[in-house]
């Protein structure tokens, strides 16, 4: 249950550019969650909720993308969204393909509103 | 309303340390294992049965995490080695910071390889980088052999699988070849070895991994991931 460590982090973040935009709100922050990242996304929503009632932050929201395990066939350049582990190329049937996605834990976008 | 860009890692502070880490760990030729498993699959008695085995002037280190006590590091300190624990205080991993802490006093120079022992859990030791060369999970067979396909996440991330306890499989139900499947199927580059710290039954081929590992880093220079 690291997840609220993670939303912590993500609260850091939006308070380090809070302070280069004085005076402005920040509504959302976008947020991108992959499968294979080790992070429960329903987990952190709910401790980024819990964190920030209350706070100087309220009432950001947290947007989160899921982004699922995808791969690239280097023989042919696919790129596919791998579904229940199925890692062979769905075009050329080559077993051995390269992951390109799925790792993410990472900030995409704040929302702001100007003063 | 307008929609500013953020590029970066939620963890981007962890990354920076284990960058600098993973730095100092190339600058003095030491190799930093990171040992992953649910509570209990024998992440310290393997780390006892190998440091058993070393001469007793090997250049090894161990930093054992657990969220209390200190009895990790005190059973890996009685092979003459040097073994520090990191207490979480209930934190469910290490970060980097709590390495670089740590380390403080430690001559790198004097070490060639480092044992982390991570907090027993298999989700969110994952999630951090500790500036290691490589993650080593360990998966007992009093677990499932599910286990790969259900915290993905380590599998993934891990260079070799250590299936420890195998002296039990005449007792319980596990399918060791299913766990492999399982395994390759998250992760098609896992190394896999078999292993039972209670008869010694497989740890050559763990001892020939590290070996394999360590001259495949001096090789390289840099102890880098793969």
Redesign the interface.
Known sequence: ??EL??AN??L??VRA?ARLHPGARF?K???RVG?????EPDSLSFCFEALVAGSDLAPLELAIERCPRRHRCPACDVSFVVVD?E?ACPQCGK??TD?IGG?E??????????P | ?????????????NEHIAAGLRERFARHGVLCLNFISAPGAGKTALLERTLEGFPAGRRVAVLAGDIQTDNDARRLARFGFPARQITTAG???LDARMIERALEGWDLEALDLLFIENVGNL??P???DLGEAAKIVLLSVAEGEDKP?KY???F??SELLIVNKIDLLPYVPFDLARARENAL??Q?ALEIVEVSCTTGQGLDAWQRWLDRRQARAAALGIPLPL
Not at chain 1, 35 to 39: A, H, N, R
Not at chain 1, 105 to 114: I, K
Not at chain 2, 1 to 13: A, G, I, N
């Open positions: 249950m690291h460590g993670i982090s993500v850091e973040a550019e509504t922050v976008g947020v499968e294979l990242s080790g992070v582990y890692l077993a051995q992951c790792e834990l990472e900030l995409s976008f704040l929302e702001v509103e100007q | 309303m307008s929609r500013v860009p953020l590029e970066r890692k939620v963890l981007s502070e934190a469910c991993h989700v969110c994952s999630s951090y396909l993905p996440s380590i993934f991330k199927r998250v098609p």
